[in-house]
């Protein structure tokens, strides 16, 4: 139902420690005007539908389906959102849902913990968020992965994402690491804009007065400079939470991003980690996009195991599935990593799995 695309040996291992341990699952919101800019991402149809996508995902991702929302699903160019998915899984399974706002246009409409964060300006400014900012969304971060995972006996956490425009800035974050990552990222369109991004980032990084330095940057004034707020917390939560259990960065790019800052933070800093306990995992959408390079992406990291569930809408009766199979959406809100774990924890087949997803979408429609 999954496959370990790199690093292996390690993958096998996390999927060997942790395939009886069931999920706990995190969603970290957060925002950052690059989403606005015209054409930048297709989760949501237009720049103002944008702002409400997280909002509109959490609603989703906590209640399910409802007579009416307080903010409805955007609609999207093609196919739906992939909290879909998500929530398919969480609630079958009855997945606890820990929901983090780190930095929305406005908050959300469900119960949340609030990081008291900030939505991030566009990352062209150069100048996305407060340094002093960025330092207390990692602490907490670190707080929370040490309260989430304090009593994982046979645990393992799920931490996933929704912020729209977050390729760009993970792109802007692989950069300022000194990552080769033109033309390997992933976006929601299905032929991935590379040449817009590269542009955005090249900007944002100019911006700040760090292109073409030949040190990779401070990790936290590299957030600040071209970040989002979802990064930095992530990263704080893996950190301290691998210390007792397993880790799961449930996303594509974005994920591979924050692994990337994770290596550099403990590289720069003296933070206790356990690496090894720590995997992103994704859909197959993501990690076989033509239009991008996820596997050499996550070679080029290091040691990084990348995983991806097999699952597949290329027989689904709705065409709102189908359309991943064409490139649209490909993930987000940690579709990809509620989908491996409905394999590991609880050893749901491909159509058990489909089955969930058709039931919640004919139910929503």
Same mark, same amino acid.
């Given at each position: 139902?999954?496959?370990?695309?790199?690093?292996?040996?390690?993958?096998?291992?996390?999927?060997?420690?942790?395939?009886?341990?069931?999920?706990?699952?995190?969603?970290?919101?957060?925002?950052?005007?690059?989403?606005?800019?015209?054409?930048?991402?297709?989760?949501?149809?237009?720049?103002?539908?944008?702002?409400?996508?997280?909002?509109?995902?959490?609603?989703?991702?906590?209640?399910?389906?409802?007579?009416?929302?307080?903010?409805?699903?955007?609609?999207?160019?093609?196919?739906?959102?992939?909290?879909?998915?998500?929530?398919?899984?969480?609630?079958?399974?009855?997945?606890?849902?820990?929901?983090?706002?780190?930095?929305?246009?406005?908050?959300?409409?469900?119960?949340?913990?609030?990081?008291?964060?900030?939505?991030?300006?566009?990352?062209?400014?150069?100048?996305?968020?407060?340094?002093?900012?960025?330092?207390?969304?990692?602490?907490?971060?670190?707080?929370?992965?040490?309260?989430? &995972?304090?009593?994982? #006996?046979?645990?393992?956490? *799920?931490?996933?994402?929704?912020?729209?425009? +977050? =390729? $760009?800035?993970?792109? !802007?974050?692989?950069?300022?690491?000194?990552?080769?990552?033109?033309?390997?990222?992933?976006?929601?369109?299905?032929?991935?804009?590379?040449?817009?991004?590269?542009?955005?980032?090249?900007?944002?990084?100019?911006?700040?007065?760090?292109?073409?330095?030949?040190?990779?940057?401070?990790?936290?004034?590299?957030?600040?400079?071209?970040?989002?707020?979802?990064?930095?917390?992530?990263?704080?939560?893996?950190?301290?939470?691998?210390?007792?259990?397993?880790?799961?960065?449930?996303?594509?790019?974005?994920?591979?991003?924050?692994?990337?800052?994770?290596? &550099?933070?403990?590289? #720069?800093?003296?933070?206790? *980690?356990?690496?090894?306990?720590?995997?992103? +995992? =994704? $859909?197959?959408?993501? !990690?076989?996009?033509?239009?991008?390079?996820?596997?050499?992406?996550?070679?080029?990291?290091?040691?990084?195991?990348?995983?991806?569930?097999?699952?597949?809408?290329?027989?689904?009766?709705?065409?709102?599935?189908?359309?991943?199979?064409?490139?649209?959406?490909?993930?987000?809100?940690?579709?990809?990593?509620?989908?491996?774990?409905?394999?590991?924890?609880?050893?749901?087949?491909?159509?058990?799995?489909?089955?969930?997803?058709?039931?919640?979408?004919?139910?929503?429609?």
């Amino acid at each position: 139902m999954f496959r370990i695309y790199t690093s292996q040996s390690l993958g096998q291992k996390w999927v060997d420690t942790y395939e009886d341990y069931s999920p706990i699952f995190a969603c970290i919101l957060g925002f950052t005007d690059t989403g606005l800019i015209p054409g930048i991402s297709a989760a949501g149809a237009t720049p103002e539908a944008r702002k409400y996508t997280a909002i509109a995902d959490a609603e989703f991702l906590m209640n399910g389906v409802k007579s009416s929302y307080d903010y409805p699903l955007p609609p999207l160019h093609q196919g739906v959102s992939p909290v879909f998915i998500t929530r398919a899984i969480v609630e079958a399974c009855n997945i606890p849902i820990h929901l983090f706002n780190a930095g929305l246009p406005i908050p959300p409409s469900v119960s949340f913990i609030d990081l008291k964060g900030q939505p991030a300006n566009c990352l062209t400014t150069g100048k996305a968020l407060p340094l002093s900012l960025v330092y207390d969304l990692f602490q907490q971060g670190l707080n929370w992965g040490k309260k989430l &995972s304090k009593n994982a #006996t046979k645990n393992f956490l *799920i931490l996933s994402e929704c912020v729209v425009g +977050g =390729t $760009t800035t993970a792109l !802007a974050i692989l950069t300022g690491l000194g990552i080769d990552a033109t033309g390997k990222v992933n976006s929601s369109h299905p032929n991935c804009n590379h040449q817009q991004k590269e542009i955005i980032v090249k900007k944002g990084l100019t911006n700040a007065g760090h292109y073409d330095y030949l040190q990779p940057l401070n990790p936290f004034q590299l957030v600040a400079a071209v970040g989002d707020p979802m990064q930095i917390v992530v990263a704080g939560m893996a950190i301290s939470a691998s210390i007792k259990t397993g880790v799961m960065l449930a996303g594509g790019t974005q994920m591979l991003a924050v692994y990337a800052l994770i290596k &550099s933070i403990i590289n #720069t800093s003296e933070y206790d *980690i356990n690496l090894d306990n720590i995997i992103v +995992g =994704t $859909t197959r959408w993501v !990690a076989e996009d033509l239009t991008g390079d996820t596997v050499e992406l996550a070679k080029s990291i290091g040691t990084v195991p990348l995983l991806a569930t097999k699952l597949n809408f290329s027989n689904s009766s709705y065409e709102q599935l189908k359309m991943y199979e064409q490139g649209y959406v490909k993930e987000g809100v940690g579709a990809g990593g509620c989908a491996i774990a409905a394999s590991l924890s609880f050893n749901w087949t491909q159509e058990k799995l489909l089955n969930s997803i058709k039931n919640l979408v004919n139910n929503y429609y």
